[in-house]
RNA sequence: GCGCAAUUGGUGAAGGGGUUAACACGGCGGAUUGUGGUUCCGUUAUGCAAGGGUUCGAAUCCCUUAUUGCGCC
């Protein structure tokens, strides 16, 4: 079956729901931890579940190149390649073309760009990426969209994301798996016209959901709140609407304001593998020499594993020589850090304080040490 | 005891009279938003074994001392 949205209660805009799927029913709004290559690196699915993660995020491009979609396919798909017990939702490749392609050449009929791997020349459609994802058998795919680079003249952005639309019917048309979902993705780069027009466009294809893309790509925060007001108000309200990543404290609340739904973000697990750490005061780099002779953990009243068992000495220790279980200690942290805020974001929806919360958070959060 | 050579930061070192002592590692700090796990940026020796001298100017030349290495009695 398809995933179905149903809305709890709404907030103002923001929005309390429900979203079922294959592999259970789990509250919004939602943080969905990033696993590219078939694993939240260095974590495996049990943790996940311990930190009462749902959904993760995989990459149709980088399972592509490796192992190829063949491969997850014979393994019995995704899930079971993987052993995540889970939502999947796979990321259509659209936004490597943008981040990690030097050269690429986007045309009418996709884009031709150069691995990452071996420079070999790959050419994406947006059909292949969705025939990928069926192979890959998650549980949401996302159409194929050009992430719009920031800033972008009004002309290339209006052809960018007229094309875009045209991509995502064309992704829809050979979409075939009926256990899979299938998002649209609003562009529109930063022009409200064109994200009102995308939203309505993409809207008419009827998906089982609507993400807002192209954030996120280096423009201010005002510019990025903005580009979610501009699209989301069209969007319709019994759909999930999800941000896609978006994953700083307090970019979630900002989003959650506006009525997003679902996030997904990079930003726990790189942050930790470079020994950062989310704390209720704000960010810590567990590098600094003033944790060198530091025996408390990251946070107090912090349930994550790594809190209730490891100081900053220690982890600090960790990150200094490189070792691998620096960044996993700090990836637990980090992402039940976010995972934590969104369940307090639901319970503050559900009591009709959020915005009260919302501003205790970020006054907290921003008034660091 | 005599002769020769060496001595530059936390480390490996470049520079053999011209002004701010190269580069690398390490250290310290910052960045990171649909992840190219090894990335990027900033900073880090007011000082060249110590003292004295020559010179407009010395890490670079000279002298003394110390330490280290090699060779010879």
Redesign the pocket.
């Known amino acids: 079956m398809k995933i179905k949205y149903e809305l709890i209660k709404n907030y103002k805009k923001a929005r309390l729901g429900k979203l079922k799927t294959n592999y259970g029913t789990f509250d919004t709004p939602m943080f969905m931890p990033?696993g590219?290559l078939a694993n939240?690196?260095?974590l495996t699915p049990e943790e996940l579940y311990d930190m009462h993660s749902a959904v993760i995020?995989a990459?149709t491009y980088h399972l592509w190149l490796r192992p190829g979609e063949d491969i997850v396919d014979k393994a019995g798909g995704l899930h079971k390649f993987m052993n995540y017990n889970g939502p999947i939702l796979t990321?259509?490749g659209?936004?490597?073309v943008?981040?990690?392609a030097?050269k690429k050449d986007i045309s009418e009929e996709g884009v031709v760009f150069k691995s990452?791997?071996d420079g070999k020349k790959l050419f994406l459609t947006p059909e292949l990426s969705i025939q990928i994802q069926n192979k890959l058998d998650s549980d949401i795919a996302?159409s194929f969209?050009e992430?719009i680079p920031y800033p972008a003249s009004y002309e290339y952005a209006k052809a960018s994301t007229e094309r875009t639309i045209r991509w995502a019917k064309r992704g829809k048309d050979v979409h075939s798996n009926n256990n899979q979902s299938l998002f649209g993705?609003v562009q529109g780069g930063e022009y409200q016209d064109l994200r009102e027009y995308s939203a309505k466009e993409t809207v008419k294809l009827n998906f089982d959901g609507y993400?807002i893309?192209?954030t996120?790509v280096g423009e201010d925060?005002v510019t990025m709140y903005n580009m979610i007001d501009y699209a989301i108000k069209y969007l319709p309200i019994d759909k999930p609407r999800y941000l896609?990543?978006?994953?700083?404290p307090i970019?979630l609340l900002e989003g959650v304001e506006r009525g997003v739904d679902m996030f997904?973000?990079?930003?726990p697990?790189?942050?930790a593998?470079?020994g950062?750490a989310f704390t209720r005061n704000g960010r810590i780099?567990l590098?600094?020499?003033?944790y060198k002779e530091d025996f408390t953990p990251i946070e107090d009243n912090c349930d994550c594993y790594t809190c209730k068992n490891y100081t900053k000495a220690y982890i600090r220790h960790l990150i200094?020589c490189d070792e691998?279980l620096g960044?996993r200690l700090l990836s637990i942290h980090n992402i039940r850090f976010l995972i934590k805020e969104m369940e307090e974001i639901r319970e503050s929806i559900k009591n009709d304080n959020f915005d009260k919360y919302k501003e205790e958070f970020i006054r907290q959060y921003k008034n660091s040490d």
């Open positions: 990033v590219t939240v690196k260095t995020l990459n990321d259509s659209g936004f490597q943008f981040s990690l030097k990452h791997i996302m969209d992430c993705i993400s893309g192209g996120s925060k896609m990543g978006v994953g700083e970019d997904d973000c990079v930003l697990t790189r942050l593998r470079h950062n780099n590098k600094n020499l003033k200094t691998m960044g």
